[in-house]
């Protein structure tokens, strides 16, 4: 018992490893964005798109690996440039430090109160995902029809709030089942996932507040 427990801190660090790793080379992608054409993004963003669905489709073989992980956050990083390049031209490039560091802040609590929780949040799984396809239907609907700068801030404190729960759930369950060593990376992606997206959906709401001074 001892020794599965031991077995499962470590996959568990291992995780959290990968996790850390993958925010580097988003951070070495977000760099690379400035040199990268306008013109380049939409695609960049249609292969992220295509590969976040490639591996939800792998995660059942067990096929998504760290070279992936890492590609897709790199690919990720270079994506999320032009939206923290116009919340720091709006802003202020303060209001992206403060943004990330609220979600490094929300990430650590929710983390922690989802690994200490001893009820398995699993149920939480459902209504979760409705939420998040909400969210998805609202962004695909806002490109053709522009939200108002009130019904994106709206959209953005439910965004901070779902992906604040999956945080919370995402390390609730990795304590709850047994973690192998081929689900390391598609664990550590999904923490990357609830990371990313936290951080996008708070530099929308100080970015907001910060262009109405």
Known sequence: MEALQTRQRSMFQKVL????????????????????????????????VAMIIAAFWLRRRKSVGYLFVYAFTFISGITTYPVVAYYASVAGAEVVLLAFGSTFGIFAVMGTIGAVTKRDLGFLSTALLVALLALI????????????????????FIGAIVFSLYIVYDFNQMKHHSITEEMVP?????????????????LQILGIWGSDD
């Open 17 to 48: 490893w990968v996790f850390a790793v993958s925010l580097l080379f988003a951070t070495a992608g977000l760099y690379t964005g400035r040199f990268v054409p306008p013109g380049l993004m939409m695609p960049l963003m249609v292969a992220e």
């Open 186 to 202: 598609l664990l550590a992606l999904n923490l990357y996932l609830d990371f990313v997206n936290l951080f996008i959906n708070i």
């Open 137 to 156: 239907f609202i962004g695909i609907f806002s490109i053709f029809s522009p939200l108002t700068p009130t019904g994106l801030l709206a959209c953005s």
